[in-house]
């Protein structure tokens, strides 16, 4: 007399877990994606920029071919660029970064 009862039992509850298993799985495939690693640099700006820190804003190596930099550079200006909404300051960083990785000098004594 038991044993349909517990039976009864152990069937209820394993359906009860799978429905909460079944809705928890549609819940984390529905999810937004989380990046787990950083796509730009983060952080500030030194006074004069160093190669290494121009690898960093373009997110490449120091050492890296120039078709290589110049499609990086196209990402980070595609999503900083100031017609986009993005930062005037943020995309002359980025150009600073780009010419300093080309080894383009600097015109500075340009005036308007």
Known sequence: MVLPI???AVVAVTALAGKYGIQAWQTYKA???VHRTRRFYEGGFQQQMTKREAA???GVREREAVEK???A???VMIANHPDAGGSHYLASK???AKELM???PKNSDSAF
């Open 6 to 8: 517990v039976a009864g």
């Open 31 to 33: 999810r937004p994606p």
């Open 56 to 58: 960093l804003i373009l």
């Open 69 to 71: 930099i110049k499609e």
């Open 73 to 75: 550079h196209r990402k």
């Open 94 to 96: 980025v150009n600073e």
């Open 102 to 104: 080309l080894g383009k």
